[in-house]
């Protein structure tokens, strides 16, 4: 049974004595405000709930497929799979953490691809905290790298949304060294003058904020996102402070300077977009400004020039009928 | 580039990094080693491996992080610019020092004296030892991960010749924020890695008492950051670690400093800065899926049941 809108759920919802009725195990109640959502509609609005605003967690595929809009794109270096050099095993091998979460369809912690954003086109890298937390690790590192290279080549701008925990422990100091490896790229970005746009989706903490997250020529962080170098329970422990509420959050690091706004994840779109628009070198297809209010005023000419006949056949009417009255 | 010199420096690396695997008490002990409290840390090197020294202070925003020391210097008779973190020795100077945790003014007081190295053409030297980059509240709020992040980026616009060297403890972005040079190396009782065992063990085995046991799976020692590309070059310390003895230390390091100079000086700038940049680019380890036709992977609408 589909349910038609989420008034009608939350109404179901306030009768007490009812029993609970089981969820469907692809469907997902908001954390906020306790509203329900079918897979299906979870994905037309965009993984945001309809009635509180709250911004759910979005896969790496999901995310681009968000961006382009649910038109087709391209899958870039999906076979980058994640190697085990140090052979690490913590609470379970790392090994066994990378199988697990290949087996629920995902590749690994960024998925890059080429897309349009409505007419700009672009490379997207978006990042899948699904994946080991979204952490940085050598495929990460080398994925975030070629998507640089083939942005700078096609000369078309660069999107990349975080969503990470930071560097991938498992891969010890190898995963450090993505955080420079990471910053080469947006160097050849940089000499190619091509733009880049920072999405912060939540979390974007540890060696990824603290490395090319940070860089962007352009960064947006969507709504109750936490955007910190350490993580809040590092802080309290270390220092004994208690944080405040809205510690790092995106709004306070807007406060802060940290970043040029909080943007709603349905209007990301259109501000990536209009973004890309500004900076793009190419001029838009439309005619500048100043040609379009000539065109319009040459139109609306026109159109009175057409009605002018109408027009004066009216008057000459209205003469004759006053004449032939008198 | 592969002057005799570098050959040697390279052949000398390898002899250290060749040895067995490591037990993890080897590493433990070498973990230890790195945090010694008599350890030399830069302001023990500096008048050792400089004949003058100015240290400079501040980063002209917001205040001077003492976690950071920089300073200009002669080295070998020419000018060199010296940035490293500074752990304090006992409890008072460990407080001002903040531990060698730096905030977003130390990395920015190291940026502003790399300016000044770019401007007169002088090597940077990083001398790197901090268990982090400070956790505080006040270090977000003032942007901890964007300075870690610019200072990344400004050590890979340099034009001028760059060495870091891990002297002690190379942990987290903290320590990879002075760390992006033309050639790094460590310490033989150094250690280097994505964070400090005990920050790994309240992460990864939800216990603070499992440091030995991170220890041991982070592998952070000199031998295996060299085996895995990290790290250009292993430089000896005395016997039985460098704070039996700062001074036969600080030679060893001048020797392989100085050659590691040399030979890039006679690389034209630009060219550095591009090898630099591909230094980086290669590290990492992963594997590449044979798929068929990858290129086409494609998503969106056709999934799309709504």
């Known amino acids: 049974m589909r349910r038609a809108t989420v008034t009608i759920d939350r109404l179901r919802r306030r009768g007490d004595g009812r029993k609970k009725r089981p969820i469907p195990a692809d469907d997902s109640s908001c954390p906020t405000c306790g509203s329900h959502f079918s897979a299906d509609e979870m994905r037309r609005n965009l993984h945001v709930c309809t009635s509180c605003g709250h911004h759910f967690r979005v896969s790496g595929k999901e995310r681009i497929d968000q961006l382009a809009g649910f038109e087709s794109w391209t899958e870039l270096w999906p076979e980058l799979r994640a190697a085990d050099p140090l052979q690490f095993t913590d609470l379970e091998p790392y090994t066994k953490r990378v199988e697990k979460a290949e087996d629920k369809g995902l590749s690994e912690a960024l998925v890059a691809g080429e897309l349009s954003i409505g007419r700009q086109p672009c490379i997207a890298a978006a990042m899948d905290f699904g994946f080991l937390g979204g952490s940085m690790g050598s495929v990460v590192g080398e994925k975030l790298l070629r998507a640089c290279d083939r942005a700078a080549e096609r000369r078309v701008p660069l999107i990349v949304v975080s969503a990470s925990g930071g560097a991938r422990m498992q891969e010890g100091v190898?995963?450090?060294?993505?955080?420079?490896?990471?910053?080469?790229?947006?160097?050849?970005?940089?000499?190619?003058?091509?733009?880049?746009?920072?999405?912060?989706?939540?979390?974007?903490?540890?060696?990824?904020?603290?490395?090319?997250?940070?860089?962007?020529?352009?960064?947006?962080?969507?709504?109750?996102?936490?955007?910190?170098?350490?993580?809040?329970?590092?802080?309290?422990?270390?220092?004994?402070?208690?944080?405040?509420?809205?510690?790092?959050?995106?709004?306070?690091?807007?406060?802060?300077?940290?970043?040029?706004?909080?943007?709603?994840?349905?209007?990301?779109?259109?501000?990536?977009?209009?973004?890309?628009?500004?900076?793009?070198?190419?001029?838009?297809?439309?005619?500048?400004?100043?040609?379009?209010?000539?065109?319009?005023?040459?139109?609306?000419?026109?159109?009175?020039?057409?009605?002018?006949?109408?027009?004066s056949r009216r008057i000459m009417d209205r003469l004759r009928r006053d004449e032939e009255a008198e | 580039m592969s002057s005799a010199a570098g050959d040697a420096m390279r052949r000398l690396g390898n002899a250290i990094a060749t040895t067995e695997p490591q037990s993890a008490d080897q590493i433990w002990e070498i973990v230890q080693l790195a945090r010694h409290q008599d350890r030399p840390y830069p302001l023990d090197y500096i008048p050792r491996l400089l004949s003058d020294f100015e240290e400079l202070r501040g980063d002209r925003l917001y205040r001077d992080d003492p976690a950071i020391v920089a300073g200009i210097g002669r080295y070998h008779d020419t000018p060199v610019v010296v940035i490293g973190q500074q752990k304090g020795r006992d409890t008072q100077e460990r407080t001002h020092r903040n531990f060698g945790m730096p905030g977003p003014e130390g990395y920015r007081k190291a940026m502003r004296v790399m300016a000044l190295a770019e401007k007169i053409g002088a090597p940077v030297v990083t001398l790197i030892d901090t268990p982090g980059a400070f956790p505080g509240a006040d270090a977000e709020q003032r942007g901890q991960g964007g300075a870690i992040a610019t200072s990344i980026r400004t050590m890979l616009r340099l034009n001028v010749p760059t060495v870091s060297i891990v002297i002690g403890e190379g942990s987290s972005g903290g320590a990879i924020a002075l760390g992006v040079a033309d050639r790094v190396m460590m310490l033989q009782n150094s250690t280097y890695s994505v964070i400090s065992p005990e920050g790994g063990s309240a992460i990864l085995w939800r216990d603070a008492a499992k440091s030995k046991l991170a220890a041991a799976a982070f592998q952070p020692t000199a031998a295996n950051c060299y085996r895995w590309g990290v790290v250009d070059a292993v430089v000896p310390e005395p016997d039985g670690g460098a704070h039996r003895d700062h001074d036969a230390a600080a030679k060893l390091l001048d020797r392989y400093l100085q050659r590691a100079i040399n030979e890039l000086r006679d690389v034209p700038g630009q060219?550095?800065?591009?090898?630099?940049?591909?230094?980086?680019?290669?590290?990492?380890?992963?594997?590449?899926?044979?798929?068929?036709?990858?290129?086409?992977?494609?998503?969106?609408r056709s999934e799309h049941s709504g």
Do not use: C
């Not at chain 1, 746009?197 to 969507?222: C, I, K, N, Q, R």
């Not at chain 1, 790092?248 to 349905?266: F, H, K, P, S, Y």
């Not at chain 2, 940049?277 to 290669?282: D, M, S, Y």
């Open chain 2, 271 to 300: 060219e550095r800065r591009r090898q630099r940049n591909a230094r980086f680019r290669r590290i990492g380890s992963y594997r590449e899926l044979a798929l068929a036709d990858t290129s086409a992977v494609v998503s969106g």
């Open chain 1, 174 to 311: 190898l995963a450090l060294m993505q955080m420079s490896k990471s910053v080469v790229g947006f160097e050849a970005l940089h000499e190619a003058a091509v733009p880049v746009m920072s999405v912060l989706a939540h979390p974007t903490t540890g060696g990824v904020w603290a490395s090319f997250a940070a860089l962007g020529d352009v960064t947006y962080a969507e709504p109750g996102a936490l955007i910190s170098f350490s993580g809040p329970r590092v802080i309290e422990q270390t220092t004994r402070e208690k944080l405040a509420p809205d510690f790092g959050l995106a709004e306070t690091q807007l406060r802060n300077g940290q970043i040029d706004d909080v943007v709603d994840r349905r209007e990301l779109n259109e501000r990536l977009e209009r973004v890309m628009r500004i900076l793009s070198r190419e001029s838009s297809p439309e005619p500048p400004l100043a040609m379009q209010w000539a065109q319009q005023g040459a139109s609306r000419a026109q159109r009175a020039a057409r009605a002018l006949p109408r027009v």
